[in-house]
Nanobody, 119 residues
Framework: QVTLVESGGGLVQVGGSLRLSCAAS???????LGWFRQAPGMGRELVAS????????VYADSVKGRFTISRDNAKNTVYLQMNSLRPEDTAVYYC?????????????WGQGTQVTVSS
């Protein structure tokens, strides 16, 4: 019942920044929201997740200190600010939402947005 649409991906140089946005079609106030990514030939991995109630974030070790997840419940939107980008960050990034507050599992997924970091 929830449609997620990502935006903000693109091509950046090493060390650059991107801000991804994910807009939900309906309220996600009570949802866990997160970002996953999938590189070619690789599985989908959790990048960051943020809780529904107190906005507590969790991050993959590979992005800690570089990426920041945030949410705006009034806009039904979750963001991923990506700084100090590296070539290994290149992947398709997917927005995810889960009404049960799960961090590593999601009920709804966006279509994905490509992030490419050139060296």
């Amino acid at each position: 019942q929830v449609t997620l649409v990502e935006s903000g991906g693109g091509l950046v140089q090493v060390g650059g920044s991107l801000r991804l946005s994910c807009a939900a079609s309906s309220t996600v106030t009570d949802y866990q929201l997160g970002w996953f990514r999938q590189a070619p030939g690789m599985g989908r991995e959790l990048v960051a997740s943020i809780s529904c109630c107190d906005s507590t974030p969790v991050y993959a070790d590979s992005v800690k200190g570089r990426f920041t997840i945030s949410r705006d419940n009034a806009k039904n939107t979750v963001y991923l600010q990506m700084n100090s980008l590296r070539p290994e960050d290149t992947a398709v990034y997917y927005c995810a939402a889960d009404p049960f507050g799960r961090t590593t599992k999601a009920s709804y997924w966006g279509q994905g947005t490509q992030v490419t970091v050139s060296s």
